[in-house]
């Protein structure tokens, strides 16, 4: 008998459906039918050998694909095979944090020959068919459109995907999923002394200028460091900012209180801030610490709000950790430099440009507040 692997194979009869999708990786939901045997060990057993789908009629390797995704990598320069990924995340990340607070995630080999093959026609077919969706109905914003910056960029073809745990609604009544990227929540090192704006609200702030002039929505305002704040009005303003008007007061409330108790985005602020001291100008991009920093200044937090009254704990999971390139050298230092240049850390941004103060940092926030609570 062969080896066993530490890792499954898809079975040939999976089907994947497309879920959500990022700059770097794309998430399918897996639908394996009942009874499908296990296609590696199939293969690797003896005629006279027992198979394990015979011994065990509900088998335990189904259960693997239980409650969990599978993300893809694009096929990018900045992105690396998916095995050499998962071991640097390993390596580097998942010491990190309890395993209960980050999205566990395991290698699945990619075995029926052509997956990602299929899979890049199918991205393919449906920009093609959701051009001529959008032709036909153009006056309607079509819903079912791959989103427009990510057409033309497709899965590498790669031996291994990632299994993640499934953060997405479980569709029980009164559970809440939030989703959201908390970013850099202490300030960019090389930021101006005296800053008006933090590395995010700069970058916010520099977006929306570019945005004004073209007539493009702009980004919603919300200061990360507002998240890690001690004081409760701050965690009310930033919870109201990340999801209203799209979430009813009480969800917006109970978001707020779980800023206030959780520990997790302390955690995180902590490793941004202990890892990289020097920051993206002069940090070395050699150094693991400093790429593990800019992995952390750009994870996802995922947090399920099981119904009210059910004693059930809140789930909050940090994803999207897959450890930054150094290939992403030169455009670090392409976003921060016109930070700095262009006066949007000092908030001395050019008058026609000029955007709104409502990062944690700037004095003009909490005058403007104390002005609204005096009318
Ligand atoms: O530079 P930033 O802060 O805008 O972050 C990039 C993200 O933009 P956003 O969060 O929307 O501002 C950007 O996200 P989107 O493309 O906007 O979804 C990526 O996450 C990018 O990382 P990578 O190229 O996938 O490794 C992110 O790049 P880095 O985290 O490597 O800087
Ligand atoms: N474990 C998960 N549970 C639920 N949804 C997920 C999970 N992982 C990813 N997703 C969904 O898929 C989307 C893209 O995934 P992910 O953030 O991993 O992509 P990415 O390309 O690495 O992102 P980025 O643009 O930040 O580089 C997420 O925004 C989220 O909506």
């Not at 995180?268 to 920093?293: C, H, I, P, S, W």
Request: with cysteine.
């Amino acid at each position: 008998m062969m080896a066993v692997r530490d890792h499954p194979t898809l079975p040939d009869n999976v089907t994947l459906s497309y879920l959500a999708e990022g700059a770097a990786n794309i998430v399918y939901r897996i639908h394996i039918p009942p009874g499908t045997p296990q296609p590696s060990v199939l293969e690797e057993y003896g005629d006279d050998e027992p198979q394990p789908t015979e011994i065990d009629s509900a088998p335990i390797w189904l259960r693997q694909f239980e409650n969990k995704l599978l993300r893809l990598r694009k096929d990018l320069p900045t992105t690396s095979p998916c095995a050499a990924g998962h071991d640097t995340w390993l390596r580097l990340i998942a010491p990190l944090f309890p395993a209960d607070q980050i999205v566990h995630q395991s290698l699945v080999e990619l075995r029926p020959p052509g997956i990602i093959t299929k899979l890049n026609e199918e991205l393919r077919s449906w920009e093609q068919s959701s051009e001529r969706s959008t032709i036909k109905k153009s006056h309607l914003r079509s819903l079912d459109l791959r989103p427009t910056q990510r057409q033309g960029i497709y899965l590498a073809e790669d031996d291994h995907g990632l299994l993640v745990t499934d953060m997405t609604s479980s569709g029980e009544s009164g559970e809440e999923i939030i989703e959201f990227k908390p970013k850099w929540l202490c300030q960019s090192p090389s930021a101006p002394a005296n800053s008006k704006r933090c590395r995010q609200c700069a970058r916010a702030a520099r977006t929306n200028a570019r945005r004004a002039r073209t007539g493009e929505h702009l980004m919603p305002l919300l200061c990360p460091l507002d998240l890690v704040s001690k004081s409760p009005s701050d965690l009310e303003l930033v919870s109201s900012r990340l999801l209203a008007p799209d979430k009813d007061p009480a969800i917006i409330r109970r978001f707020a209180r779980w800023l206030e108790t959780n520990t997790l985005l302390q955690q995180l602020r902590t490793y941004q801030e202990m890892l990289d001291q020097k920051g993206v100008l002069v940090g070395d991009v050699d150094d693991e610490n400093f790429l593990v920093a800019m992995t952390l200044r750009d994870c996802t937090v995922f947090v399920r709000f099981p119904p009210e009254g059910s004693g059930r704990e809140i789930e909050a999971r940090l994803g999207d950790l897959d450890v930054k390139s150094s290939r992403k050298k030169d455009y670090w230092r392409s976003i921060e430099l016109p930070l700095i240049e262009e006066g949007w850390y000092a908030g001395t941004e050019n008058k026609e440009d000029r955007q709104p103060l409502i990062c944690r940092l700037s004095p003009e926030r909490w005058n403007k507040r104390r002005e609204e609570k005096d009318s």
